[in-house]
């Protein structure tokens, strides 16, 4: 069990994240002109707000409203994060020169690249915390800071200031 979930769930969801992956790559990247490309990414957007909703609702039945709740907040912050993406996307296309045929093949490899190195980087990080003989947290403070810094004041007895 991984945060009180079974692995067949986390296989499970893991499996339907390569599938839409391999959908995009492989079915969604014959792209054609659309009539009315605005009208189209609207009613994207509003079916997946629509199944976000859902699932909120779904959330609060089976769960309640304080985890509902939690779950809207968690969406708000992912979405405005990822309108804040868009802007970066903009930026690295047109300082790199990247087309708008090229685009789709760059996001994609982007994706990927960023499953791989979280993977990566997570196993690393259990790693280090199996393999650690002091605290999580002196690991924690090792890794923040720059020399240990805010650990050298703590030993010393002082507070943080900034916290660790």
Same mark, same amino acid.
């Given at each position: ?35 009315? &490309? ?58 790199? #020169?990247?087309? &708008? ?53 703590? #030993?010393?007895? #002082? &507070? ?5």
């Amino acid at each position: 069990m991984i945060a009180g979930v079974s692995w067949v769930w986390w296989v499970g969801f893991h499996a339907v994240v390569a599938a839409l992956l391999a959908a995009d790559a492989l079915w969604l990247n014959q792209r054609r002109a659309l009539r009315h &490309p605005q009208a189209f990414a609207w009613l994207g957007t509003a079916a997946v707000v629509l199944a976000a909703t859902g699932f909120a609702a779904w959330i609060a039945v089976v769960q309640g409203r304080q985890p509902a709740l939690e779950f809207v907040g968690g969406y708000a912050i992912e979405t405005s994060l990822s309108v804040d993406n868009l802007f970066v996307f903009m930026v690295i296309f047109q300082g790199f #020169r990247i087309g &708008p045929d090229r685009q789709h093949k760059a996001l994609l490899w982007g994706v990927g690249g960023a499953v791989v190195l979280r993977v990566l980087f997570i196993a690393a990080g259990i790693t280090l915390l199996r393999r650690s003989t002091g605290s999580p947290g002196s690991l924690a403070c090792f890794c923040c800071t720059r020399h240990g810094g805010w650990c050298a004041a703590a #030993r010393r007895g #002082r &507070p943080f200031r900034n916290g660790c």
